[in-house]
């Protein structure tokens, strides 16, 4: 298993596959300025074999699809064996879901995902590709995310929303009504900046 990119979230990922009893391979990123991470040595992109298969370490998520674009490649996923997730879930490439978060029936999750810590996603919710649930955010059953779109730390959808795509949810924010394309939004109850 090969990561791209050099970050704090790249040293959660080692974690989850270190304890996956998963092999990394080889880290890359385009900064000069980083020569390794949690001791593994950082390699340069044109190092980069076709053949290698890779998860995206950038929690970004516009830079995060930008290099999924970019690169000609496999990629896999990441699961901390934490994590409860039920049979029926089903999760794409790319996506990474950290320890102690739970995913409950028939949710479907998306290319390059990130389901970060203790996040909790009940039942029959959809993730578009790159969609970034961050610490402690509570999805209730039937939430939609779209493509690209962050939910913040501790923030909680109620259920049968849909959020649209390029949307910022703050940290910490509720959402009781559906959410448009490309906007930020804080405050309990949620409300457009």
């Given amino acids: 298993m090969n990561l791209y990119g050099a970050s704090g979230h790249a040293k959660v990922i080692i974690d989850i596959l270190n304890k996956s009893k998963q092999k990394i391979s080889k880290i890359f990123d385009d900064s000069k300025d980083v020569s390794d991470i949690l001791g ?21 998520n516009k830079t995060r ?10 990629f896999s996923k990441a699961i901390h064996p934490n994590s409860i997730i039920d049979p029926t879930v089903e999760i794409e490439e790319g996506t990474v879901v950290m320890a102690g978060a739970v995913i409950n029936s ?7 995902c990130i ?12 993730l578009e590709n790159y969609v970034h649930i961050s610490p402690n955010a509570t999805l209730c059953g039937s939430v939609s995310i779209g493509e690209g779109s962050h939910i913040g730390a501790g923030a909680t959808i109620i259920p049968g ?19 448009p394309d490309n906007v930020t939004v804080v405050g309990n109850p949620g409300r457009v900046l």
């Avoid at 044109?46 to 995206?56: A, P, Q």
């Avoid at 699809?65 to 496999?74: C, E, G």
């Avoid at 389901?115 to 959809?126: G, Y």
């Avoid at 929303?161 to 009504?177: D, L, N, R, S, Y």
Wanted: glycine fraction near 6%.
């Fill in 40 to 60: 593994i040595r950082i390699s340069h992109p044109s190092e980069i074999d076709k053949d290698d298969t890779f998860i995206i370490s950038i929690g970004n």
């Fill in 161 to 179: 929303i849909k959020v649209g795509k390029w949307v910022t949810i703050g940290a910490g924010t509720v959402i009781i009504k559906n959410v």
């Fill in 106 to 112: 028939s949710t479907k999750i998306s290319k390059h």
């Fill in 115 to 126: 389901i970060n810590t203790a996040s909790s996603i009940d039942h029959d919710c959809i």
């Fill in 65 to 74: 699809k930008l290099v999924a674009d970019k690169l000609n490649t496999r």
